[in-house]
């Protein structure tokens, strides 16, 4: 027997129920790419994925990870009834409604029995992939109580601020009188690590670090002064009794102070109401590693050391980190309120953005307006709600959106918060919760909190995996169905034991012989196993599956699938018949390799109920026209007869120009042909042999005259060419007419006078001509006229000579 070390591994890998995949198989269908052997398993997959558990539900070559794949396909070859798929849910444990104290008459509450958020516990049942939402409700309530503590730098640089400090016990009880009628404050200080170089060790330093006539008391980290109390005289008379302290640097040791304020909860005296930190400074901090200049290199350990009210460990003990302090503040609901001096705002304004729910006011120089700042920043943080969730199990998530005063609404991180309420606003919050797999560690059920910061109330939720179906409870383990007893029996399948492979656990590992078993897995003693198609496991071929779940390989060597038949309109079997081990088995009234012809003639009908219109012979259900010039389904189509053009003038020029006769029912009684337009005359198409065309030539009732082809194609659809101008006859130019009319009338005129004057001469030439001649025939008598009297007068001047002068 000849065994191989990769052959071995594919069995093995077979065991854990891992088959390989082509390339083209890896995207798609989680269901199927999942190949789960079981019901557990599939149900994990995604929200979409089910489990088939109907006994006979396997065809031969198919892997038992067939069972699983998306609900549609399975509800196509499995009954209803029998497909796994649990779903999510959720159940309200405690839904105690939020505290309305605006009622009249309303009965003054103790801490723990006033409620700002609904429900307090629910329980989420969580199918992988499936979302389970709930609306959480929050309400500012009223009266709400709240400790202050005020931790004081008594560095000899605030020794005016102490004065000033001193009486804020009872001035501050009174302003916040107004907020709240149960209000405790108490006080603590702060200076610096007792070790060098933060102060001076020697004897005298130790007993007065201060210099000159200054009367200082002893050096020290932290003390708490005051357990909260809502006696603000006590206050007054304690914090009157401190005595300002020095040390060496400037940073002050005020995380260690912090620190112990939030964990040591007993000493300070926190209830669960809202708990404010006023923490006063006029210096910078020490944090995480500045320890090291003392030679102190322990982390902080976030543990509560008081003595006696003193902390007593900061020689051993580092500074805490930033991260540090924000974790213990936010495990104990305390919101911090910075008042610092104007020189150092920068520094603690990027503190407040590391630090949710802090605020940051500026401190006079001598701590005179110190109410006025602690009331700015209470009113700033409480109006705003932010919520945080604890740690969440490995493979859930979580999403937050907030439905806030004015109808505003904030996702993504937006949407864990809400800001400006006021007391008495109620806003709420769509949570919804993921699980994208079950914990790696078996457990069914996991608990995390939900709360605001800043306040001491919270959601519990209790998450419940759905890891297996309900099938699961029901396997027969030892199962005589899973070859007597190697596996259990559950969900329609076998689970193998250990060792076990086989869709009925019938081989062991130990037994796997390479050759034997590959020889029963070759259709007639060829090369290719399980027809490149499968996986030869145990003796057997098991058929690879495609993403496509609807395309199967199957038969003893899967040498058969029902996707690679003939096809025909880019259809398997043309869609009239079944694809089985690569060949069409038809339905009724069809045939052929691809099923693509049918026998029923009605098809080929014509509307005169002849076939083929007379003029064709059907064949496959599809006329074949034996007359060229016809053509369409039923060779009732004839281009170019006849009449064409004047049929359908009328619907291509309402469809072309959106006028004429069929305008207003045009697209309804037009839309049997496509149509195309063209530029000009020259861009229409030409007949061409495969499918005759017709060239019409059409005039319109505005004497327009419009060009277009009607053609039908190969596929029977009717194509008509239009060319998008009318062809108009052009109108009358009116000024060239008048111009020419006027223009005529005056030559006509002018030639009229031409020709009057012309005659005039030719008859005044005619008269003269005529009188001339008379004139030489003429004879005229010599006789003088007896009326004649010359003109000729003599006169004689008697003194001349009376000789005769003639004039």
Same mark, same amino acid.
């Given at each position: 027997?000849?065994?191989?070390?990769?052959?071995?591994?594919?069995?093995?890998?077979?065991?854990?129920?891992?088959?390989?995949?082509?390339?083209?198989?890896?995207?798609?269908?989680?269901?199927?790419?999942?190949?789960?052997?079981?019901?557990?398993?599939?149900?994990?997959?995604?929200?979409? $994925? *089910?489990?088939?558990?109907?006994?006979?539900?396997?065809?031969?070559?198919?892997?038992?990870?067939?069972?699983?794949?998306?609900?549609?396909?399975?509800?196509?070859?499995?009954?209803?009834?029998?497909?796994?798929?649990?779903?999510?849910?959720?159940?309200?444990?405690?839904?105690? #409604?939020?505290?309305?104290?605006?009622?009249?008459? =309303?009965?003054?509450?103790?801490?723990?029995?006033?409620?700002?958020?609904?429900?307090?516990?629910?329980?989420?049942?969580?199918?992988?992939?499936?979302?389970?939402?709930?609306?959480?409700?929050?309400?500012?309530?009223?009266?709400?109580?709240?400790?202050?503590?005020?931790?004081?730098?008594? =560095?000899?640089?605030?020794?005016?601020?102490?004065?000033?400090?001193?009486?804020?016990?009872?001035?501050?009880?009174?302003?916040?009188?107004?907020?709240?009628?149960?209000?405790?404050?108490?006080?603590?200080?702060?200076?610096?690590?007792?070790?060098?170089?933060?102060?001076?060790?020697?004897?005298?330093?130790?007993?007065?670090?201060?210099?000159?006539?200054?009367?200082?008391?002893?050096?020290?980290?932290?003390?708490?002064?005051?357990?909260?109390?809502?006696?603000?005289?006590?206050?007054?008379?304690?914090?009157?009794?401190?005595?300002?302290?020095?040390?060496?640097?400037?940073?002050?040791? *005020?995380?260690?102070?912090?620190?112990?304020?939030?964990? +040591?909860?007993?000493?300070?005296?926190?209830?669960?109401?809202?708990?404010?930190?006023?923490? =006063?400074?006029?210096?910078?901090?020490?944090?995480?590693?500045?320890?090291?200049?003392?030679?102190?290199?322990?982390?902080?350990?976030?543990?509560?050391?008081?003595?006696?009210?003193?902390?007593?460990?900061?020689?051993?003990?580092?500074?805490?980190?930033?991260?540090?302090?924000?974790?213990?503040?936010?495990?104990?609901?305390?919101?911090?309120?910075?008042?610092?001096?104007?020189?150092?705002?920068?520094?603690?304004?990027?503190?407040?953005?590391?630090?949710?729910?802090?605020?940051?006011?500026?401190?006079?120089?001598? =701590?005179? @307006?110190?109410?006025?700042?602690?009331?700015?920043?209470?009113?700033?943080?409480?109006?705003?709600?932010?919520?945080?969730?604890?740690?969440?199990?490995? *493979?859930?998530?979580?999403?937050?959106?907030?439905? $806030?005063?004015?109808? @505003?609404?904030?996702?993504?991180?937006?949407?864990?918060?809400?800001?400006?309420?006021?007391?008495?606003? &109620?806003? #709420?919050?769509?949570?919804?919760?993921?699980?994208?797999?079950?914990?790696?560690?078996?457990?069914?059920?996991?608990?995390?909190?939900?709360?605001?910061?800043?306040?001491?109330?919270?959601?519990?939720?209790?998450?419940?995996?759905?890891?297996?179906?309900?099938?699961?409870?029901?396997?027969?383990?030892?199962?005589?169905?899973? @070859?007597?007893?190697?596996?259990?029996?559950?969900?329609?399948?076998?689970?193998?034991?250990?060792?076990?492979?086989?869709?009925?656990?019938?081989?062991?590992?130990?037994?796997?012989?390479?050759?034997?078993?590959?020889?029963?897995?070759?259709?007639?003693?060829?090369?290719?196993?399980?027809?490149?198609?499968?996986?030869?496991?145990?003796?057997?071929?098991?058929?690879?599956?495609?993403?496509?779940?609807?395309?199967?390989?199957?038969?003893?060597?899967?040498?058969?699938?029902?996707?690679?038949?003939?096809?025909?309109?880019?259809?398997?079997?043309?869609?009239?018949?079944?694809?089985?081990?690569?060949?069409?088995?038809?339905?009724?009234?069809? #045939?052929?390799?691809?099923?693509?012809?049918?026998?029923?003639?009605?098809? +080929?009908?014509?509307?005169?109920?002849?076939?083929?219109?007379?003029?064709?012979?059907?064949?496959?259900?599809?006329?074949?026209?034996?007359?060229?010039?016809?053509?369409?389904?039923?060779? &009732?189509?004839?281009?170019?007869?006849?009449?064409?053009?004047?049929?359908?003038?009328?619907?291509?020029?309402?469809?072309?120009?959106?006028?004429?006769?069929?305008?207003?029912?045009?697209?309804?009684?037009? @839309?049997?042909?496509?149509?195309?337009?063209?530029?000009?005359?020259?861009?229409?198409?030409?007949?061409?042999?495969?499918?005759?065309?017709?060239?019409?030539? &059409?005039?319109?009732?505005?004497?327009?005259?419009?060009?277009?082809?009607?053609?039908?194609?190969?596929?029977?659809?009717?194509?008509?060419?239009?060319? &998008?101008?009318?062809?108009?006859?052009?109108?009358?130019?009116?000024?060239?007419?008048?111009?020419?009319?006027?223009? *005529?009338?005056?030559?006509?005129?002018?030639?009229?006078?031409?020709?009057?004057?012309?005659?005039?001469?030719?008859?005044?030439?005619?008269?003269?001509?005529?009188?001339?001649?008379?004139?030489?025939?003429?004879?005229?008598?010599?006789?003088?006229?007896?009326?004649?009297?010359?003109?000729?007068?003599?006169?004689?001047?008697?003194?001349?000579?009376?000789?005769?002068?003639?004039?």
């Amino acid at each position: 027997m000849r065994f191989k070390m990769d052959l071995k591994l594919l069995f093995i890998s077979t065991l854990i129920g891992c088959l390989c995949y082509s390339s083209a198989q890896q995207e798609g269908n989680e269901c199927i790419k999942a190949n789960a052997k079981s019901c557990g398993e599939c149900i994990q997959v995604g929200e979409k $994925c *089910g489990w088939c558990t109907q006994p006979d539900f396997l065809k031969q070559g198919e892997p038992t990870s067939a069972r699983c794949d998306e609900l549609e396909s399975l509800k196509k070859r499995c009954q209803a009834t029998l497909i796994e798929n649990p779903r999510g849910g959720q159940r309200v444990l405690q839904n105690k #409604t939020v505290t309305d104290r605006s009622k009249p008459g =309303s009965k003054k509450l103790k801490p723990e029995e006033i409620t700002q958020i609904q429900p307090q516990k629910i329980s989420l049942d969580l199918r992988s992939g499936e979302a389970q939402s709930f609306k959480l409700k929050f309400k500012r309530a009223e009266d709400y109580p709240i400790d202050l503590y005020y931790l004081m730098d008594l =560095s000899f640089s605030m020794k005016d601020d102490l004065e000033n400090v001193k009486n804020l016990g009872t001035s501050l009880m009174n302003e916040m009188s107004k907020i709240t009628s149960d209000f405790r404050i108490g006080f603590g200080s702060f200076v610096e690590k007792t070790v060098m170089p933060y102060i001076s060790t020697t004897p005298a330093k130790l007993l007065n670090p201060c210099t000159g006539e200054n009367n200082c008391t002893s050096p020290f980290s932290y003390k708490n002064v005051l357990k909260l109390t809502s006696d603000g005289k006590q206050f007054n008379t304690l914090v009157g009794q401190q005595q300002i302290s020095g040390n060496l640097d400037s940073p002050e040791g *005020g995380f260690d102070a912090i620190m112990q304020v939030a964990v +040591c909860g007993e000493h300070i005296g926190w209830r669960n109401v809202t708990r404010l930190l006023v923490f =006063s400074t006029d210096a910078g901090f020490h944090f995480a590693g500045d320890g090291k200049l003392g030679g102190i290199v322990l982390p902080n350990d976030g543990r509560c050391h008081l003595e006696n009210n003193m902390y007593t460990m900061s020689h051993y003990y580092d500074y805490p980190s930033i991260a540090h302090l924000v974790q213990k503040l936010s495990d104990n609901n305390i919101q911090t309120i910075f008042a610092v001096t104007e020189e150092f705002q920068p520094v603690y304004r990027e503190l407040k953005n590391l630090i949710p729910k802090s605020a940051v006011g500026t401190l006079s120089a001598n =701590s005179s @307006n110190v109410i006025n700042l602690i009331i700015d920043a209470y009113n700033s943080l409480s109006s705003e709600v932010i919520l945080e969730n604890s740690k969440l199990p490995d *493979g859930v998530s979580i999403k937050y959106v907030s439905h $806030c005063k004015n109808g @505003n609404v904030g996702e993504g991180e937006n949407g864990r918060k809400c800001s400006n309420i006021s007391i008495g606003d &109620e806003v #709420t919050f769509n949570i919804s919760i993921t699980a994208h797999k079950c914990p790696k560690n078996g457990q069914k059920n996991e608990t995390i909190k939900i709360k605001p910061l800043g306040f001491t109330e919270e959601v519990e939720i209790v998450l419940n995996f759905i890891c297996e179906c309900q099938c699961h409870d029901a396997g027969v383990p030892n199962s005589p169905l899973c @070859n007597n007893g190697n596996g259990t029996f559950e969900c329609g399948a076998c689970r193998c034991n250990e060792g076990r492979i086989g869709r009925q656990c019938e081989c062991s590992t130990e037994e796997v012989n390479s050759d034997d078993l590959d020889a029963n897995c070759r259709k007639d003693n060829g090369t290719d196993i399980c027809s490149t198609n499968g996986d030869c496991i145990c003796g057997e071929c098991v058929c690879k599956k495609r993403e496509n779940p609807a395309e199967i390989y199957s038969g003893k060597y899967c040498e058969c699938d029902n996707f690679n038949c003939d096809r025909s309109n880019n259809q398997i079997c043309g869609g009239h018949g079944d694809c089985v081990c690569r060949v069409c088995v038809c339905h009724p009234n069809y #045939t052929g390799s691809a099923c693509d012809c049918s026998l029923d003639n009605t098809t +080929c009908l014509a509307s005169n109920k002849q076939i083929c219109n007379g003029r064709g012979i059907c064949e496959c259900g599809t006329c074949k026209c034996t007359d060229p010039k016809f053509q369409g389904p039923t060779c &009732e189509i004839c281009p170019t007869c006849p009449g064409v053009c004047t049929e359908h003038k009328d619907c291509v020029h309402c469809m072309a120009f959106k006028t004429g006769e069929e305008k207003e029912k045009c697209e309804k009684d037009c @839309n049997y042909f496509t149509l195309i337009k063209v530029q000009d005359r020259d861009k229409l198409p030409q007949p061409v042999q495969s499918f005759p065309l017709m060239h019409c030539k &059409e005039r319109d009732a505005n004497d327009c005259w419009f060009y277009y082809t009607y053609a039908v194609n190969n596929n029977s659809e009717k194509i008509v060419h239009v060319v &998008e101008k009318l062809e108009c006859p052009a109108g009358p130019d009116i000024i060239p007419i008048v111009a020419g009319v006027v223009a *005529g009338i005056v030559l006509i005129g002018l030639a009229l006078l031409l020709i009057w004057k012309l005659l005039m001469i030719i008859h005044d030439r005619r008269e003269f001509a005529k009188f001339e001649k008379e004139k030489m025939n003429a004879k005229w008598d010599t006789q003088e006229n007896p009326i004649y009297k010359s003109p000729i007068n003599r006169f004689q001047n008697p003194s001349y000579g009376r000789k005769a002068t003639a004039h």
